[in-house]
């Protein structure tokens, strides 16, 4: 408990740093928010006066900060420059996006983890050479050409799964865009997955669980694997916030309306509020994942958990 | 010692062999494209050739520019190697300095340094790069590189900062304190050595993700801009087109691919001569 409530305090200051840091940068771009939306027309510098105001663009930037967090602690995002509350224009957005981080999120997970068991039980063996050589490619592969080309052969060609938008709902319109953007994160599960396996089936555990006469099944499955995992945990942890904040190039290849493509749009039309909103919810979101993980690993491992104590 | 253990181990690794050959040629059209490529970057293009495919006289065909594809891609190798190599020892060089100070010294100085390292942890890569690089719209390569390293010091600080509290406690570190060491000859020339290797390694398995990143934030439109040439670019031009013309998309993509996987199967070698328990 103390433990938890420690890294607690280390998580907040790191998150309003960090969101701070976002805030500055965004409000750093250069163009005034105010004439960009007038566009050609010249702006009465009395109406520009009233604008400035109204949006607190005038404050020291700290202020704004801390006017724009009260606001996200109670559930308001802010406006943007048109008058539309952020909140409402992510609404529809995030459950694009949550459902397709999870898709991918859930392959990496049972897909990845089966392949490194599968390869690290038989090192050096066919299955491995396959997995091993496998999983680089697709590590070295950017995630954008192969998209373009799951897209053409599964999707254009073979007509196995919708090519793009969100027609059929999930599954259907979610599982080809889900795999692709797990591609990455699958393939580093699966080799992680191996290399703990094989050290842990090598440690003196293993040799004595084996000796008191246990079944290979018992032993991998209760001994070794359950140890092999926690670096796997760790890194599933973390990844998937990487992966809400990834979709934005998957969304694009196959035209998801999530909120990838929303912040993207923002940052080209200079709309700062979309854009900070949605990176201080995806840091948020990613701090959160860090610290489920580092509490889950004392459930997973008594060690750890007695070391703290 | 380790060195030459390793070197020995990696002589007779095929993986190793194939992956230097492959980058040797991608460096030598980084610094020396004239040799490669007939034509220089956007060098006599005509637009009645626009996007033909491959044919006698032009082996990767025409791109949208119906400028000669083999040229354009062999000057795309530069903006990547570049970004990829420069990136990724700046960001050594401070993950280096900082693991050491905050490894070594702890307290205040750790406390600071780790903090830093969990805020820029934070940022999205994507979103973050992003944000940055439209606030500054006139970039080049050096823009970019420092973009990339800004984002992109944090694992390597960790990694370092652990191997650096691993190694201090050790019985050698011990036996040089009491012959009289300074605290910085103690880090440069005991502790350094021996916890530098697994960053080195990862460095290498760095520059490839380096360079898929810059790609990717050129395939976005927000990366170099025309009339620089990437890989990234052609590949950002050959999304429009690639389900007609699909060598604007394979080529650039091919080169792409070899590249960033020639340097992790290379800091997979390395890795696993350095440190053999893992095979």
């Known amino acids: ?309 | 010692m380790l060195a030459r253990d390793a070197w020995l181990e990696l002589r007779g690794r095929a993986v190793f062999w194939f992956s230097a050959a492959v980058l040797l040629v991608a460096v030598a059209m980084a610094a020396f494209p004239g040799l490669f490529a007939h034509l220089g970057p956007n060098e006599a293009c005509d637009l009645r050739m626009s996007k033909r495919g491959p044919a006698s006289g032009a082996l990767f065909g025409y791109d949208l520019q119906g400028c000669d594809y083999w040229s354009q891609v062999v000057h795309g190798t530069r903006a990547s190697i570049v970004v990829g190599v420069s990136v990724t020892v700046f960001a050594m060089l401070i993950s280096i300095l900082l693991g050491l100070v905050g490894g070594y010294y702890g307290g205040v100085a750790d406390a600071v340094i780790s903090r830093l390292t969990d805020v820029f942890f934070g940022i999205p890569f994507v979103l973050g790069a992003t944000v940055v690089l439209v606030a500054f719209p006139d970039h080049g390569i050096w823009a970019m590189t420092l973009v990339l390293v800004l984002l992109g010091w944090t694992t390597m600080t960790r990694l370092m900062r652990g191997q650096v509290i691993a190694v201090k406690d050790m019985d050698f570190v011990a036996a040089a304190r009491m012959l009289g060491a300074s605290d910085r000859r103690l880090m440069v020339r005991h502790i350094l050595p021996n916890s530098v290797a697994p960053v080195i390694v990862v460095a290498m398995l760095n520059v490839g993700n380096v360079i898929a990143g810059e790609a990717t934030l050129d395939y976005l439109g927000v990366g170099l801009q025309y009339p620089d040439v990437s890989w990234g670019l052609q590949l950002n031009i050959a999304q429009t087109f690639f389900a007609e013309h699909p060598h604007l998309l394979v080529f650039p993509a091919l080169f792409l691919t070899a590249t960033v996987l020639s340097f992790l199967m290379l800091g997979d070698v390395v890795r696993d001569a350095l440190d053999p328990r893992l095979r």
């Open chain 1, 1 to 309: 408990m103390r433990y938890a409530a420690q890294r607690l305090a280390q998580a907040i200051p790191v998150f309003f740093a960090t969101t701070f840091l976002i805030y500055a940068m965004v409000f750093a771009l250069p163009g005034d928010p105010i004439l960009a939306l007038a566009g050609d027309k010249p702006v009465p510098a009395q109406v520009l006066a009233v604008m400035r105001a109204r949006y607190h663009l005038d404050d020291p930037l700290l202020v704004q900060y801390g006017r724009y967090m009260l606001g996200v602690f109670q559930g308001d995002l802010g406006e943007t420059f048109t008058g539309q509350p952020v909140s409402e224009l992510l609404q529809d957005r995030w459950a694009v996006t949550a459902q397709l981080a999870l898709t991918a999120w859930v392959f990496e997970l049972v897909v990845g983890i089966g392949l490194g068991v599968l390869a690290g039980l038989r090192r050096g063996g066919a299955a491995d050479t396959a997995v091993l050589a496998g999983t680089t490619f697709v590590i070295a592969v950017p995630v954008f050409v192969v998209g373009y080309t799951a897209q053409i052969v599964l999707g254009l060609n073979l007509g196995l799964f919708p090519t793009a938008g969100t027609d059929e709902g999930w599954p259907g319109s979610y599982l080809l865009p889900g795999m692709v953007l797990g591609s990455f994160g699958l393939a580093y599960v699966a080799r992680l997955t191996r290399t703990s396996l094989v050290e842990n089936l090598r440690a003196d555990y293993v040799r004595t669980a084996t000796a008191k006469g246990l079944s290979r099944r018992r032993v991998v499955g209760l001994h070794a694997l359950r140890n092999s995992l926690i670096p796997v945990v760790t890194y599933l942890g973390v990844d998937f916030g990487n992966l809400m904040a990834g979709a934005v190039v998957t969304e694009g290849i196959f035209n998801l309306p999530g909120i990838g493509q929303q912040v993207f749009q923002s940052i080209q039309l200079q709309e700062g509020p979309v854009v900070v909103g949605v990176v201080t919810l995806l840091v948020m979101i990613f701090i959160l994942a860090n610290l489920a993980v580092d509490l889950l690993y004392g459930v997973l491992d008594p060690r750890i958990r007695r070391a703290r104590a």
